[in-house]
C-alpha cells in the first residue's frame, strides 16, 4: 500500500494524521455496487462508520444511499447530495427534532426502534399534515459472533422491537394514520466474519416477512442492515471485502414476495481498508521485560483499540534497506494518560527508533470519526491519495 514516494511525501508531514487511499475506496465502491446490482439490491452507506467529506463525496457518486444514526448525519447526507429518497434513519433515541427534521427532509423512512417512537413519530407527522414511512427495526435474536461491545441483535440489546412486542406494534400502526409501514429492518452487529451468521438472518427474516403478509401487511421493503466484517490481519491480502459471497447468500436465502426490495447497509465494509492513521515514534523505552513504542497518535486519533479490544495491524513504514534488520516486539503506546492507550501489545516489528514512521492499518471505519479533543489534542488530520477518474475492472 506504500511505495517510496508515498512515504517519503509522508515524512514533511506533521503527525498524525488518517491517509486515506481514494483509489482503493473506489475500487471497493465499484466492485460492491456492480455486485448489488447484479441482485438488484440497495445499498445505503452508514454515514457512522466515516463522514469525510471527500469520502462521502465519492460514495454519493458510486450511487449508494445513506443509512444515518443521528439528526446531523441526516443533514450532512443531505447536504452532501444524497437524494433525500435515498435515506434511511435508525437510532434508539431519536430526539423530536431530529424526528421533525427529517420529516421536512422528507427521507426514505425511519428505521422505529420502539412503539413509543411510533407514537411520537405519527403525531409529529400529522402537526405537519404528513405521512411518515416507516420500517420496524425487529430484534431477531441472531449471535452475530462478534466482539460483545458490537453485537446489537441480542435479546439483551437496548436496539430494536422484540417479537413479543410485534402484535402491539401492528395495533399502534393501525390506529396510526400517519405512518405507512414500508418495511421490516434488522442490524444484528458489526465485523461480521462468519456469513453463516446472515443466513440465520435471513432465516428470520423469512419468517418475519410470513408473518406480516398473513397479516395483510405488504411489506415493500427488507432491510437487513449491515455488518459485513473486514480482514484486519491481512489488510494486503484481502484489501476488499469478498461482496460476492455476501450479497449472494442474501440472493440465495431470503424469500422475498414479489416486487420485495433489498436493502442494506454497510459502512465499515465499504471504507475501513482505504484509512491508515500514520503517527512518529516520539520515545523508545527499552524494559527489562518490555518495550515500549510511544507514538504520538493515541487513542484520541483512534479509539478501537481502547474501546473495544480491537486489533489493528501495525507496520513500520521507514524499514526497507537492511533485510536482516533486528526484528523486537513492542507495547505500542500513545501519549494519552489512560493506560488503555495501547494499539497492540508485543507487536512484533523491526528495531525502531524515534523518527521512525509507524503505519496503523485498516482504520478507515470509525477511526476518524471517533477521534476527541481529550488531553486538548489537536484536531485531527488528513491527506488523500489522487483519486482514479475511471474505474474499470
Ligand atoms: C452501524 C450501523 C450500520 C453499519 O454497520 P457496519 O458494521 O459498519 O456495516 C448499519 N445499520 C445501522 C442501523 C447501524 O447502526
Known amino acids: 500500500m506504500f511505495d517510496a514516494n508515498l512515504i517519503e511525501s509522508f515524512f514533511i508531514q506533521e503527525t498524525p494524521f488518517y491517509y486515506y487511499d481514494l ?67 435508525a437510532g434508539v433515541g431519536k430526539s ?57 441483535g441480542l435479546d439483551e440489546n437496548k436496539f430494536g422491537i422484540a417479537y413479543w412486542q410485534l402484535g402491539d406494534a401492528v395495533e399502534v400502526l393501525g390506529q396510526s394514520e400517519h405512518l405507512e409501514l414500508i418495511g421490516i429492518h434488522f442490524h444484528i452487529g458489526s465485523q461480521i466474519i462468519d456469513l453463516n451468521v446472515f443466513k440465520s438472518l435471513c432465516v428470520k427474516v423469512n419468517e418475519l416477512n410470513n ?5 395483510g401487511f405488504r411489506l415493500r421493503v427488507l432491510n437487513v442492515g449491515g455488518g459485513l466484517g473486514v480482514d484486519y490481519h491481512q489488510p494486503d ?34 471504507v475501513s481498508q482505504c484509512g491508515s492513521l500514520i503517527s512518529r515514534v516520539l520515545y523508545v523505552k527499552n524494559g527489562l521485560k518490555k518495550n515500549f513504542l510511544i507514538l504520538d497518535a493515541g487513542m484520541t486519533e483512534l479509539m478501537r483499540p481502547a474501546l473495544y479490544q480491537a486489533y489493528h495491524q501495525i507496520e513500520k513504514l521507514t524499514a526497507a534497506t537492511e533485510s536482516d534488520e533486528e526484528q523486537l516486539r513492542y507495547d505500542v503506546v500513545g501519549p494519552i494518560c489512560e493506560s488503555t492507550d495501547c494499539f497492540g501489545k508485543e507487536v512484533p516489528l523491526p528495531k525502531c527508533e524515534r523518527g521512525d514512521l509507524i503505519a496503523i492499518r485498516t482504520a478507515g471505519a470509525y477511526g476518524e470519526v471517533m477521534a476527541s479533543r481529550y488531553n486538548l489534542r489537536d484536531e485531527i488530520r488528513y491527506v488523500y ?9
Do not use: M
Not at 427529517?102 to 407527522?125: G, Q, T
Not at 408473518?211 to 397479516?215: L, V
Open 385 to 393: 491519495s489522487p483519486v482514479l477518474t475511471d474505474v474499470s475492472n
Open 237 to 270: 491480502v484481502h484489501p476488499i471485502p469478498d461482496f460476492r459471497s455476501y450479497f449472494s447468500i442474501f440472493n440465495d436465502f431470503l424469500e422475498r414476495k414479489p416486487g420485495q426490495e433489498v436493502h442494506f447497509e454497510l459502512g465499515r465494509a465499504l
Open 96 to 152: 423530536d427534532k431530529e424526528i421533525s427534521d427529517a420529516l421536512d427532509y422528507d427521507i426514505f423512512a425511519f428505521n422505529v426502534e420502539s412503539i413509543e417512537e411510533l407514537k411520537v413519530i405519527n403525531a409529529l407527522a400529522a402537526d405537519r399534515g404528513k405521512k411518515a414511512r416507516v420500517a420496524l427495526r425487529i430484534n431477531p435474536n441472531v449471535d452475530a459472533q462478534t466482539h460483545q461491545y458490537i453485537t446489537t
Open 23 to 89: 483509489t482503493l475506496l473506489q475500487k471497493t465502491l465499484s466492485t460492491a455496487k456492480q455486485v448489488a446490482d447484479v441482485h438488484g439490491f440497495q445499498v445505503h452507506y452508514a454515514l457512522k462508520a466515516n463522514f469525510n467529506d471527500r469520502i462521502l463525496n465519492l460514495i454519493r457518486e458510486a450511487g449508494f444511499g445513506a443509512d444515518c444514526v443521528s439528526g446531523n448525519e441526516v443533514r450532512k447526507a443531505i447536504e452532501i447530495g444524497f437524494n433525500a429518497g435515498d435515506v434511511v434513519f
Open 211 to 215: 408473518w406480516f403478509d398473513e397479516r
